[in-house]
């Protein structure tokens, strides 16, 4: 019986390795939506600039008035990485052994693409959550913005646990300053779902194809109201509400330290994967952010 051929995804990690390893720092729905710092090696600072000119008569003398202010909210990013391994001989007797090749020297990974895609997106997953929830106190992880949120100058709001979700939203959108432009409100999925649901009950639900997948407006509003990952599970059901603008992940896929390898090591006769690279996340305005909780 022919066997598959599977020689032709030799390589594809060395092919594909910056895509691999972009798409592990940048998979994530909420690093798409946010600002991109890129070249984060360490500690960096976001330079902010806040200026207030006053008005004075338009007369033929010459009065300085109002003020410039430079000042520096640092983002701390962490050093992260995954190391994973895979005996491919635990594929003998399964269905899959056709893809073990036990020849020395003709090794090939079995279910290489399949193996490395779905690791990609596991990272990018777990980035997600950090992206929220991520404590600075753990090694492994860099501080998210529910903790760099808590205790700064951001607006609080909150809600009762018998308030439905679309009052709650409603109140977070009302602290929106008015400077504020573009805002959404970033809210978990099982929360999202909720919203979507008292808009049902209150006949406030119709489909609208510029709403996209688990996004909706707010009804009476400009706000959309977006979906993410990253706060599933969050104590106290928290939402975001900001100009996405305002956020900003650091990441860096061009030091020495950053890479994405796969490789079969013949000492232990496994296979072996290695992803590492930095990443963090910092507000340039906290004061211009909601931060709502409901309890």
């Not at 207030?52 to 033929?60: E, I, K």
């Not at 909720?194 to 609208?208: P, R, S």
């Not at 992803?275 to 340039?284: H, K, L, M, T, Y």
Request: charged share 20%; glycine share 8%; with cysteine.
């Amino acid at each position: 019986m022919a066997q598959p051929i599977v020689s032709g995804i030799t390589g594809y990690v060395d092919n594909s390795r910056e895509e691999l390893l972009t798409k592990s720092m940048l998979g994530s729905k909420s690093a798409g939506l946010f600002r991109i710092m890129t070249d984060v090696k360490g500690k960096t600072a976001l330079h902010l600039l806040d200026v207030n000119p006053v008005f004075a008569a338009g007369d033929c003398t010459f009065a300085a008035s109002g003020s410039t202010a430079f000042s520096n909210r640092e983002l701390v990013p962490a050093f992260l990485k995954v190391n994973m391994e895979f005996c491919d001989k635990n594929l003998l007797g399964t269905y899959a052994e056709h893809q073990v090749k036990i020849a020395a020297g003709k090794e090939t990974a079995p279910f290489e693409v399949k193996w490395c895609q779905t690791i990609v997106d596991a990272v990018a997953d777990g980035v997600e959550k950090m992206i929220y929830q991520g404590s600075s106190a753990n090694t492994n992880e860099f501080g998210g913005l529910l903790e760099t949120l808590s205790g700064s100058t951001a607006i609080a709001v909150s809600a009762s646990t018998g308030e439905t979700a679309y009052a709650y939203l409603k109140k977070v959108a009302k602290a929106i300053p008015a400077a504020v432009k573009n805002p959404v409100i970033l809210v978990s999925i099982p929360l999202y779902r909720e919203y979507m649901q008292d808009l049902v009950t209150a006949n406030l639900f119709h489909y609208d194809p510029a709403n996209g997948e688990n996004e909706y407006m707010l009804p009476g509003t400009d706000i959309k109201v977006i979906a993410v990952g990253g706060l599933n599970g969050a104590e106290k059901d928290p939402v975001i509400a900001a100009n996405l603008n305002n956020i900003v992940y650091g990441c860096d896929a061009e030091s020495d330290e950053s890479d994405f390898d796969l490789w079969y090591s013949k000492d232990d006769r496994i296979w072996k994967l290695a992803i590492q690279f930095n990443a963090g996340v910092q507000v340039a305005y906290p004061n211009e952010i909601v931060l709502g909780t409901r309890e």
